[in-house]
Nanobody, 126 residues
Framework: QVQLVESGGGSVQAGGSLRLSCRASGYAAMSFAMAWFRQVPGKEREGVAVIYTNNGNTVYADSVKGRFTISQDNAKTTVYLQMNSLKSEDTAMYYC???????????????????WGQGTQVTVSS
């Protein structure tokens, strides 16, 4: 059974930084891709960034390009999201997601992911 556990959320002032972590357990090999999504109450969940675990390629949403960095550890069991220059509009619940295999769809599509973490809250005050 796969488990994803996020940590690192919290409250920060605008312009500050936070680092989120997502630890994967329950399977020997890393997934095809791992991503961070975020959701604000009343709005749809949106993709923030994805990392393809075999080659380390990354893709970012336009809203976070240049400010956020997704990375993985050498063991490929933990994925990080370094968030710099935070803005109030970054306030959301952040979720880690794992795609075990490639379904051929867009990384932004929630349905491409097979496992989800419980979420960690990020609050940015202006």
């Amino acid at each position: 059974q796969v488990q994803l556990v996020e940590s690192g959320g919290g409250s920060v002032q605008a312009g500050g930084s936070l680092r989120l972590s997502c630890r994967a357990s329950g399977y020997a090999a890393m997934s095809f891709a791992m991503a961070w999504f975020r959701q604000v109450p009343g709005k749809e969940r949106e993709g923030v960034a994805v990392i393809y675990t075999n080659n380390g390629n990354t893709v970012y949403a336009d809203s976070v390009k240049g400010r956020f960095t997704i990375s993985q550890d050498n063991a490929k069991t933990t994925v990080y999201l370094q968030m710099n220059s935070l803005k109030s509009e970054d306030t959301a619940m952040y979720y880690c997601a794992s795609a075990v295999y490639d379904d051929g769809g867009s990384w932004l599509d929630e349905n491409e992911y097979h496992y989800w973490g419980q979420g960690t809250q990020v609050t940015v005050s202006s």
